[in-house]
């Protein structure tokens, strides 16, 4: 399983940006999906998730009411809009995908594989 995250960029806070993740290879719909961020000099953190149903989706609380992930089964991709950014969202992000894609997975480690990460930058 191959994941590509794009859409990453330059905004100002109070922006707007949708990135977006493509699964190919030996994909399946049915896998959970997650978001994760890593700033400079931190961890990598949770952002949010959303199962392989798409029934359930789970989010940070730091991004809870502005952030909003979507997946499209039919073109195995998965989506993240994320607006009102503030300057605390500024990190790289990576799109995830857990096999078992049953309920929402938290932690880094709960997921098989990964994406190369896109540069999300919130400045004035």
């Known amino acids: 399983v191959q994941l590509q995250a794009s859409g990453g960029g330059l905004v100002q806070p109070g922006g707007s940006l949708r990135l977006s993740c493509a699964a190919s290879?030996?994909?399946?719909?049915?896998?959970?999906m997650g978001w994760f961020r890593q700033a400079p000099g931190r961890e990598r953190e949770f952002v949010c998730a959303?199962?392989?149903?798409?029934?359930?989706?789970h989010y940070a609380d730091s991004v809870k009411g502005r952030f909003t992930i979507s997946r499209d089964g039919a073109k195995n991709t998965v989506h993240l809009q994320m607006n009102s950014l503030k300057l605390e969202d500024t990190a790289v992000y990576y799109c995830?995908?857990?096999?078992?894609?049953?309920?929402?997975?938290?932690?880094?480690?709960?997921?098989?594989?990964w994406g190369q990460g896109t540069q999300v930058t919130v400045s004035s």
């Open positions: 995830a995908a857990d096999e078992a894609g049953l309920g929402i997975r938290t932690s880094p480690d709960e997921y098989e594989y």
């Open positions: 290879g030996r994909t399946s719909s049915r896998y959970g």
């Open positions: 959303i199962s392989g149903s798409g029934s359930t989706i």
